[in-house]
């Protein structure tokens, strides 16, 4: 089966840091581009962002110069550092591994997902 095992989330304070991983097998890391989605309660879930296979990402307007997403390829495992952390943060924070062809994704798995709560 297709595993991402996910670990970083807890409570931090308004302003700190914390560090999301998540880790999967080393095809499906080779040849996915991650992403990292989040849902808060009552809200529909959120991509926060995107790294390709090659290294290219994205990231949604309200975490731009706050998140960092980036891939360890010894480890088979894509990291989110997470600064300046608001309460508008507040979510489950989900690991996703996917592939698309063109517009239209062929294969998308998910991660349980990991809290993050930030405490004002």
């Known amino acids: 089966q297709v595993q991402l095992v996910e670990s970083g989330g807890g409570l931090v304070q308004v302003g700190g840091s914390l560090r999301l991983s998540c880790a999967t097998s080393?095809?499906?890391?080779?040849?996915?581009?991650m992403a990292w989605y989040r849902q808060a309660p009552g809200k529909q879930r959120e991509l926060v962002a995107t790294?390709?296979?090659?290294?290219?990402?994205n990231y949604a307007d309200s975490v731009k110069g706050r998140f960092t997403i980036s891939r360890d390829n010894a480890k088979n495992s894509v990291y989110l550092q997470m600064n300046s952390l608001k309460p508008e943060d507040t979510a489950v924070y989900s690991c996703?591994?996917?592939?698309?062809?063109?517009?239209?994704?062929?294969?998308?798995?998910w991660g349980q997902g990991t809290q993050v709560t930030v405490s004002s």
């Open positions: 790294v390709t296979s090659g290294g290219s990402t």
């Open positions: 996703n591994a996917y592939r698309e062809n063109g517009s239209q994704r062929v294969y998308d798995y």
């Open positions: 080393r095809f499906i890391f080779t040849i996915s581009a």
